[in-house]
């Protein structure tokens, strides 16, 4: 039964989080930046954007839980199909290219060749590399923790049986949304790459923490726990700032590769925490070992967002 009360979670955060859908030929990344001023105006867009998103995250928690034992697995897979069929029907007949007023962008059908070196020129666009390497963990460390781990880590470690570990998780995925939204506020104050990093060094953290403290009471790992899912926000401001580098004809392909990095490493830390605490001897050194490499993991991509070339990043004036 626990394999598959962690396939639902996978499903319903996969269905809300890793949705990223593509208005007509952009992603929405990119699309949603044509409601928005330039600067603050961005950010505050695609946070607001990305904290809707993770309504899947939250509904992974205790509704899942109850929603599992009311109808059984098959009947929450059934209402998670019919929430997704829904989503794509809303998208295909509310989603417009262009805020009321505005006409949509023209375009015309490329040529291969002609969307290849459209392609390259986004890979030679200065500054790129940076927030690749940070933005390739940023989101999936916590995705891989909430999603996979944070369920049999709190039955293994601190004997929550269903409904306390539903309920621990509801308040984890709310901690998500609210740290989106509370980002660009802060970058405001104290400017996005200080920011960020202040969000990587947050995130890393509390996984450090609770692989060297394995005898960590209940409220202590929550606690970290949620801070960890809080400041696992950061990634707002890299997209942000990974929109800023391209020119609007590149501005489809640019955040389309950013988001890229989000997916592939949301695909690639799984597999590692799961070969690391496979290897690891006994519940609770198994966890520690899957727990230090997610926060590895955060601090490397943060030495390389510090230490690779990079574009002067945006600065965003507070609101008026």
């Given at each position: 039964?626990?394999?598959?009360?962690?396939?639902?979670?996978?499903?319903?955060?996969?269905?809300?989080?890793?949705?990223?859908?593509?208005?007509?030929?952009?992603?929405?990344?990119?699309?949603?930046?044509?409601?928005?001023?330039?600067?603050?105006?961005?950010?505050?867009?695609?946070?607001?954007?990305?904290?809707?998103?993770?309504?899947?995250?939250?509904?992974?928690?205790?509704?899942?839980?109850?929603?599992?034992?009311?109808?059984?697995?098959?009947?929450?897979?059934?209402?998670?199909?019919?929430?997704?069929?829904?989503?794509?029907?809303?998208?295909?007949?509310?989603?417009?290219?262009?805020?009321?007023?505005?006409?949509?962008?023209?375009?015309?059908?490329?040529?291969?060749?002609?969307?290849?070196?459209?392609?390259?020129?986004?890979?030679?666009?200065?500054?790129?590399?940076?927030?690749?390497?940070?933005?390739?963990?940023?989101?999936?460390?916590?995705?891989?923790?909430?999603?996979?781990?944070?369920?049999?880590?709190?039955?293994?470690?601190?004997?929550?049986?269903?409904?306390?570990?539903?309920?621990?998780?509801?308040?984890?995925?709310?901690?998500?949304?609210?740290?989106?939204?509370?980002?660009?506020p802060l970058a405001e104050r104290i400017g996005a790459r200080r920011a960020v990093e202040l969000g990587a060094v947050a995130s890393a953290l509390p996984l450090l923490a609770l692989a060297l403290w394995p005898g960590a009471p209940l409220g202590a790992a929550l606690g970290l726990l949620a801070l960890l899912?809080?400041?696992?926000?950061?990634?707002?401001?890299?997209?942000?700032?990974?929109?800023?580098?391209?020119?609007?004809?590149?501005?489809?392909?640019?955040?389309?590769?950013?988001?890229?990095?989000?997916?592939?490493?949301?695909?690639?830390?799984?597999?590692?925490?799961?070969?690391?605490?496979?290897?690891?001897?006994?519940?609770?050194?198994?966890?520690?070992?899957?727990?230090?490499?997610?926060?590895?993991?955060l601090l490397a991509g943060l030495a390389g967002y510090r230490l690779l070339p990079g574009a002067r990043p945006p600065q965003y004036s507070r609101s008026r």
């Amino acid at each position: 039964m626990r394999w598959k009360c962690g396939v639902l979670r996978c499903v319903a955060a996969a269905r809300a989080s890793a949705y990223r859908p593509r208005v007509r030929n952009r992603p929405l990344p990119a699309r949603s930046t044509a409601w928005a001023r330039q600067g603050q105006g961005v950010a505050r867009a695609l946070s607001a954007m990305f904290a809707l998103s993770q309504g899947g995250i939250v509904l992974a928690g205790a509704p899942l839980a109850l929603l599992s034992g009311a109808l059984g697995w098959r009947g929450a897979f059934l209402g998670a199909s019919a929430a997704t069929v829904a989503d794509g029907l809303l998208w295909w007949r509310f989603a417009a290219d262009a805020p009321p007023g505005r006409p949509p962008p023209a375009g015309r059908r490329e040529s291969l060749a002609e969307s290849l070196r459209g392609q390259f020129a986004v890979w030679r666009t200065p500054g790129l590399a940076r927030i690749l390497a940070l933005h390739s963990v940023g989101y999936a460390a916590m995705a891989t923790l909430l999603a996979l781990w944070a369920g049999p880590y709190l039955h293994d470690v601190h004997g929550l049986g269903t409904a306390g570990r539903g309920w621990a998780l509801l308040l984890l995925g709310l901690a998500v949304p609210l740290g989106q939204l509370a980002m660009p506020p802060l970058a405001e104050r104290i400017g996005a790459r200080r920011a960020v990093e202040l969000g990587a060094v947050a995130s890393a953290l509390p996984l450090l923490a609770l692989a060297l403290w394995p005898g960590a009471p209940l409220g202590a790992a929550l606690g970290l726990l949620a801070l960890l899912c809080f400041a696992s926000a950061f990634p707002v401001l890299l997209v942000a700032e990974g929109r800023a580098l391209f020119p609007e004809a590149l501005a489809g392909r640019g955040v389309t590769t950013v988001n890229l990095a989000q997916v592939l490493g949301s695909a690639l830390l799984p597999l590692l925490v799961g070969a690391a605490v496979g290897r690891a001897v006994g519940g609770g050194g198994g966890y520690g070992a899957g727990l230090a490499l997610l926060g590895a993991a955060l601090l490397a991509g943060l030495a390389g967002y510090r230490l690779l070339p990079g574009a002067r990043p945006p600065q965003y004036s507070r609101s008026r």
